[in-house]
T-cell receptor, first 113, second 112 residues
Framework: AQSVAQPEDQVNVAEGNPLTVKCTYS??????LFWYVQYPNRGLQFLLK??????LVKGSYGFEAEFNKSQTSFHLKKPSALVSDSALYFC???????????FGSGTRLQVQP | DAGVIQSPRHEVTEMGQEVTLRCKPI?????LFWYRQTMMRGLELLIY????????DSGMPEDRFSAKMPNASFSTLKIQPSEPRDSAVYFC??????????FGPGTRLTVT
């Protein structure tokens, strides 16, 4: 069975500083990996995905993620954080041949002005 | 595109009552998913459909839960009878051939 770990419940970063939200996964076969963001009382918004190809994936709002197969990680990054990036971030994995997502527990990102 | 549409946005009901949640997926998407979000269990898949056919319902908690997709533009999730432990936010999502799923705004269900 597949699983996702987000080891940090909360990440605090100052506006303008780089941010990293960590994610590791476990899945049989080649992983399909995703990041979503959730604002209060809203649904999840898709940020980016890794299916195949370049290990560095660029997504919406200046976010990017790096796929590392040997470390089974897919960390979310942004060079310069904005206060408006403050939200709940979810990493998710899709097993080959199955279209459902398995989500991590989420990481709350707080960007201080 | 209007995105995934869910109704109602909020539902408050008494234990034992029947609850029906509704979802309209994005036009052209052939996959539809129902997820539940709670503080204790996080986000968990309940069931998903492909071309209106249920593919995986292993996440449906018990016989009190049922889901249908009578056509490509409509799905329902029904809980009968409802219990307080069913209180959660229920999300519907849809996807096409590019794998990412697009989520609706959710239905916040409170069972008293």
């Amino acid at each position: 069975a597949q699983s996702v770990a987000q080891p940090e419940d909360q990440v605090n970063v100052a506006e303008g500083n780089p941010l990293t939200v960590k994610c590791t996964y476990s899945v049989s076969g080649n992983p399909y990996l995703f990041w979503y963001v959730q604002y209060p009382n809203r649904g999840l918004q898709f940020l980016l995905k890794y299916i195949t190809g370049d290990n560095l994936v660029k997504g919406s709002y200046g976010f990017e993620a790096e796929f590392n197969k040997s470390q089974t990680s897919f960390h979310l990054k942004k060079p310069s954080a904005l206060v408006s990036d403050s939200a709940l971030y979810f990493c998710a994995v899709m097993a080959t041949g199955r279209r459902a997502l398995t989500f991590g527990s989420g990481t709350r990102l707080q960007v201080q002005p | 595109d209007a995105g995934v549409i869910q109704s109602p946005r909020h539902e408050v009901t008494e234990m034992g009552q029947e609850v029906t949640l509704r979802c309209k997926p994005i036009s052209g998407h052939d996959y539809l998913f129902w997820y539940r979000q709670t503080m204790m269990r996080g986000l968990e898949l309940l069931i998903y459909f492909n071309n209106n056919v249920p593919i995986d319902d292993s996440g449906m908690p018990e016989d009190r839960f049922s889901a249908k997709m009578p056509n490509a533009s409509f799905s329902t999730l029904k809980i009968q009878p409802s219990e307080p432990r069913d209180s959660a936010v229920y999300f519907c999502a849809s996807s096409g051939q590019t794998y990412e799923q697009y989520f609706g705004p959710g239905t916040r269900l409170t069972v008293t």
